[in-house]
């Protein structure tokens, strides 16, 4: 039984509650927050969605309404007009995770929302959708990296896999999925130097602030699209690079992790670099998100158009991630979208995670509060993140000052 209700609320100050779902007691947001301070960040949450039941459709009308608007158009409307994120021809890589199966990757209820929303624009889409993410090929549920055809996923059908999603939509429509996995170990150069090969491009340097050695899939998708990652859509007949086409929704899901504290959107970007590769070079990826080298990859790649964290099921288990079984996992259903990954972590992290923790009896959240500054933590290396992005000129913030929080309670979902 599904209640629908659509009541934005915007007040002052976050509190914590408790939502009844079925069989579930969690706690969850239900109060907004307006900033105090310019320039603030905008975080867009919807409360009492399963990822598949409209709540999708909230969410854009929530950011539609509060001027962020999904759908880029000549005409204006709720969640479309000129200043909109997503153009009619535009190729939107659907950053999700897929190293992990049952709870540990991107509920794909959620993403077969978001793709029909992209599908839906207003002008008619006749760009292409890709769902992308590199599990290294490596670690992972089974030691192998990522899959997008687990048999047990993150969905209310659990046998419903990326896979199948994708397969739902490319009879009739552009959508395809890529797992970059299978060219993670392969490094090339760019399209404009003559190499035409999908791999890896693999920067020359470490970036001397973080260490990291900045990496990126380049692609031909499924329909002979050219993909640079950074550079965006390759004409080979014209040999230029439309870097507007290419937008990027980073779709991650909200978790513990028992080395880097959480995994949420700037973790993420993991996905998008060679940890084999970089790691032949001297310095593996993933050694330098401790030291910020996730917001170096965001900014020296391609920033994300919008980040959208799934927070629908979480593990809440401080040292338990990122593997999350069904069993371990909380259910909080909750989506929440920013242009900002940095505030929409540090939001999340401090106001989803660290209550189901404590609702779930974990005394000790420390490894999960964006407010522990100490060397190596999670609150640490987000800050690192932070200045990264800063010093690209792209603004980011983990002051609660400088956040609006805007929330949109979308029905009450009974769980048996």
Not at 165 to 192: N, Q
Not at 296 to 315: C, G, K, Q, S
Not at 375 to 400: H, N, P, V, Y
Request: with cysteine; net charge negative.
């Amino acid at each position: 039984m599904l209640v629908m209700s659509s009541v934005s609320v915007t007040m002052r100050r976050p509190r914590e509650a408790t939502e009844e779902f079925g069989n579930h007691s969690v706690p969850a947001i239900v109060e907004g927050l307006l900033a105090e301070a310019e320039p603030s960040s905008d975080i867009f949450a919807v409360i009492g969605t399963s990822g598949g039941d409209g709540g999708v459709s909230e969410l854009l009308g929530l950011m539609g309404d509060h001027g962020l608007r999904f759908y880029r158009s000549d005409e204006t409307g709720r969640s479309w007009g000129p200043d909109g994120l997503i153009s009619r021809d535009d190729l939107v890589i659907l950053k999700v995770n897929c190293q992990w199966d049952e709870r540990g990757g991107t509920n794909t209820d959620l993403l077969k929302a978001l793709i029909g929303a992209i599908l839906n624009h207003p002008e008619g889409f006749v760009g292409e959708v890709v769902v992308a993410d590199n599990g290294q090929a490596q670690f992972g549920a089974k030691g192998g990296g990522g899959s997008f055809s687990w048999e047990r996923n993150n969905a209310e059908d659990p046998s419903q896999s990326i896979e199948r999603v994708v397969a739902s939509y490319s009879a009739s429509h552009r959508v395809s999925a890529y797992l970059w996995d299978d060219i993670t170990a392969r490094r090339v150069r760019e399209y404009s130097e003559g190499d035409l090969e999908d791999g890896f491009v693999v920067g020359d340097v470490e970036n001397p602030r973080t260490g990291v050695r900045v990496s990126y899939p380049k692609f031909r998708t499924k329909y002979g699209t050219y993909v640079s990652f950074k550079l965006g859509v390759w004409d080979p007949g014209r040999g230029v690079y439309d870097g507007e086409r290419l937008k990027v929704l980073n779709v991650p899901v909200l978790k513990s992790h028992r080395i880097f504290g959480v995994t949420a959107s700037v973790k993420s970007y993991m996905g998008v670099t060679s940890d084999k590769l970089t790691a032949q070079l001297g310095v593996r990826a993933h050694s330098t998100v401790g030291s910020g080298g996730m917001g170096t990859e965001m900014v020296e790649t391609r920033f994300p158009t919008l980040n959208i964290l799934d927070a629908i099921w979480v593990n809440a288990n401080p040292l338990g991630g990122p593997r999350t079984p069904y069993e371990t996992a909380t259910r909080a259903n909750i989506i929440a979208a920013s242009k900002d990954p940095i505030a929409l972590d540090y939001w999340a992290s401090k106001h989803i995670l660290m209550p189901q923790a404590r609702f779930k009896g974990y005394s000790d959240t420390s490894s999960m509060d964006p407010d522990n500054r100490v060397k190596g933590s999670f609150g640490d290396w987000l800050r690192r993140s932070m200045e990264e992005i800063k010093l690209a000129g792209i603004w980011a913030t983990m002051d609660e000052a400088n956040m609006n929080v805007y929330v949109a309670r979308h029905g009450r979902l009974e769980v048996s």
